[in-house]
């Protein structure tokens, strides 16, 4: 290559990427999806388009899109909270293995019997498209104001299921007759077993690295972050567990360890996250070649009623029936097994492994992603809405940023007071932090002050928080408890430490001495 077509190249890419840039615009204010706007923006350069660009690398977008996936799987990890997840862990378990087999059952059978597809094409195909997207999900729930159980079920589904469902369509989309049952029930158990036990463990050994080593500059913590990430994938695929459930987890647990510049991590793997999905879904438009969707059409729409209308909803009631939950809530999330580019790129395994059929495969595929997307995306606040299940009440999180002072063995907080946030109308000294953290300053409407012991606190200021090694996690618990109980926490109920008496009335600030020993979980 050329400096010249190297220029060019880079040229094209950037205009590409400030296209869809200004399409995160467009999905936000119209609920869809941003992949839809992506696939159309490769399907536009591609054949048939105005750019007639020729791909039919099926390969090579495999790789690539197992390569963003991974980029996706970690900065959804990053940005899943645990107290929100942890109640529904063995729900989304329970729902990303057999309710997969219950989905891949029932949509093979009406690809079967009323496509007309083999078995072996209706079963790879019901195994695909049996994959919620993570990246999908992720951009419409966190949008939509749901119950954190709701939230928390589907969030860990999506980063589940993706493991058991590339062990079938592999095993489908392998020459020769099918595996029994039972041995493809053991390779996943197996495979979840290993990914799990590797990524926890990258998960904790990464964060208790970066907890103890303060790097020389603070822009290298969010490359650390993700580097870790990427050696979870890495090493559960190699000890052949799922590397997807191994990045999630580890992700997950890096996300929740309080580290070092938190906010800064989950920005850059949020651009990162950004970057792999334009990448990965313009490739994968440009995979595709319209003309021929027209005969797939019909039958994607009718293999994807059957998954919606049918397999979902079966899925989630067979799943889910050990658990008391309430049918609005099934009902919602019967609805919200949204699809994306994941099952797009599972449709790339038997064209690479030359099944018969398999272009047609992965075209009904990618029409039934992109027509029930345009469904269910824009749809989804609406329903949760007749189903009485926003919880647009409840307090705001606040945004704690942490850098570590290595000579001082302490650590200066920043903290982000957003709307709805209940420490708003607190003063200074009613925040009750334990002895050896103190707030040093208010930034307020572009003007900073010291405050004292009767400084109220309001929505939009930030401060900066001074804390010692020791007290560090107990201090933020506290701030966070004020947060969402208000200058109460502690005495009704709320997480957080509780003086053994009000602040004292004269002007010292009074920082009670045994705080730090009776925080709990905010």
Not at 3 to 27: G, K, M, P, T
Not at 217 to 234: K, N, T
Not at 261 to 284: C, Y
């Amino acid at each position: 290559m050329t400096v010249h077509q190297l220029n060019e190249l880079l040229l094209i890419c950037s205009l590409v990427l400030l296209v869809a840039v200004a399409a995160v615009r467009i999905s936000s204010r119209s609920g869809l999806p941003s992949l839809l706007l992506y696939l159309g923006i490769g399907v536009a350069i591609g054949q048939d388009g105005i750019g007639n660009v020729a791909f039919d690398n099926a390969e090579l977008t495999q790789v690539i899109g197992y390569a963003a996936l991974v980029v996706i799987l970690a900065e959804g990890g990053l940005g899943t909270k645990w107290k929100e997840i942890k109640p529904a862990l063995p729900a989304a378990v329970v729902l990303s293995t057999v309710g997969v087999a219950v989905s891949v059952g029932i949509t093979a059978a009406g690809a079967h019997y009323l496509v007309g597809l083999d078995w072996r094409q209706a079963l790879i195909i019901g195994a695909v498209v049996s994959s919620t997207d993570a990246a999908a999900v992720f951009s419409v729930l966190r949008k939509v104001p749901l119950p954190s159980r709701v939230t928390g079920v589907l969030e860990a589904e999506s980063g589940f299921n993706d493991a058991p469902v590339v062990i079938l369509v592999v095993a489908f989309s392998t020459a020769g007759p099918i595996d029994h049952w039972y041995v493809l029930v053991g390779e996943i158990a197996l495979e979840l077993a290993i990914g799990a036990a590797v990524g926890l463990a990258v998960g904790f050994v990464g964060a208790y690295g970066l907890r103890h080593v303060a790097l020389p500059a603070s822009g290298l913590y969010p490359i650390a972050v993700m580097a870790i990430a990427v050696v979870a994938y890495a090493a559960g695929a190699m000890a052949h567990g799922s590397g997807f459930l191994a990045v999630y987890l580890a992700s997950m647990v890096l996300g929740n360890a309080k580290l070092p510049h938190a906010p800064a991590n989950r920005g850059f793997a949020e651009g990162l996250g950004w970057i792999a999905q334009i990448g990965m879904f313009v490739l994968l438009g440009l995979l595709v070649t319209p003309h021929e969707l027209v005969h797939d059409f019909w039958p994607a729409v009718v293999i994807g009623l059957v998954l919606t209308v049918v397999a979902r909803p079966m899925e989630v009631l067979v799943s889910l029936l050990p658990f008391r939950i309430p049918w609005q809530e099934k009902a919602l999330m019967s609805w919200a097994g949204l699809r994306g580019a994941v099952p797009i790129i599972l449709a790339t395994i038997p064209m690479v492994s030359e099944i018969e059929g398999s272009e047609r495969i992965f075209n009904i595929v990618f029409v039934l992603v992109v027509v029930y997307t345009l469904v269910q995306g824009p749809t989804l606040p609406y329903l949760a809405k007749a189903l009485k299940l926003r919880d647009s009440a409840e307090a705001a999180d606040l945004g704690v940023e942490s850098a570590p002072l290595e000579r001082l063995r302490g650590h200066l907080l920043s903290v982000a007071i957003p709307e709805r946030s209940r420490m708003h109308g607190v003063e200074v000294a009613e925040l009750r932090l334990p002895a050896g953290a103190a707030v040093t300053l208010v930034v307020r409407e572009d003007a900073s002050f010291v405050p004292g012991p009767a400084t109220v606190l309001r929505t939009g200021d930030e401060l900066l928080v001074v804390a010692t090694d020791p007290v560090r996690d107990a201090t933020e618990r506290r701030l966070r408890a004020v947060g969402q109980g208000g200058k109460l926490a502690g005495w009704l109920g709320t997480g957080g430490a509780t003086a053994a008496s009000p602040p004292a009335a004269t002007g010292r600030f009074h920082l009670p001495g045994s705080g730090g020993q009776r925080e709990t979980s905010g």
